[in-house]
């Protein structure tokens, strides 16, 4: 694995919150060249992983006090994806390489994740603190979880005929026993891209597929599997004001070790829902795009 290179481009000005991020850095480094050495040992990854992570929760909780200190209008959205990455893509990737024995694969894993947040999170998340868009995520739907339910409800009832009752307004990734994982993507009105990942217990996918005329349960086959989570996108996408909604195809479907790496990216609203036959996973993610508009203005202009 290369080193992680420092730009300049990361400093939003504030000195507390630019030195502790390039000192995260630095220890990133420290990381890569210490897995490089073969004579390494496992406790060595231990120490060396065990003060990155205590380093970057002091960093959090330094920046934290600073966006309090400012009055920060978007300190609450702020802190629980600092929560999120704490509670969800931490542990899951500690996890990770409690299994491997802290193989050199999971440890450089690790420190990829580790960077790819960090970086994203600091255009988009901190430059905002002082006043910079270099493209946020959209907006949060965390404190609309019960306008969430009801369509998730409803889309139970079309297509399972099942009642739905959230079980966990903070799913974690926990596993939900033998199931189908799906992603899809809108864009919406407001210049904003969701990324929506479900999940389907394997006995509730199977309820929806009895309901599908011509279907044999135990010819089961990839088609079927999207023609559910098609009717299930279908309801769900009217949470959303869509403007432009992309294709879904086999692609789309993910292994559980897939959903797993794609819910260690961090989603700031995770849902679980728990029904009669099984469990039922709602997660989005957003950013925000250049509209079509915006793009077609442009070209014209040029």
Known sequence: METIAWDDKFN???EVVDKAHAKLFRIMNKLIEISKDSVTNQSTYKEGLKYLEAYTMTHF???EEY???IRYNGYGQHKRIHDNFRDKILISLRKDMELSGYSLVAVERFVKTLNNWLAEHIMRE????VGRDFGRRGYDLSSQIPIISRAVNRTMSDVFQLEAKLA???Y???NIGTGYYCRHFYDTEGGVRF?????VEEPLLLRGIERMPGVLKNELTEDDILTIFAQLFQNLKKIFRVEKEYELGKNSLLTREKFRRDFMKGYPCSLLYSTKLGYFIFCYRSWR???QKTETLKEKKD
């Open 12 to 14: 939003i000005g504030v």
């Open 172 to 174: 974690k990734g926990q």
């Open 289 to 291: 795009i250049k509209s």
């Open 126 to 129: 901190d430059q905002a603190i």
């Open 67 to 69: 966006m309090r200190s």
């Open 168 to 170: 966990n307004g903070d």
């Open 61 to 63: 909780a330094q920046e």
């Open 195 to 199: 990324q929506i990942l479900l999940g």
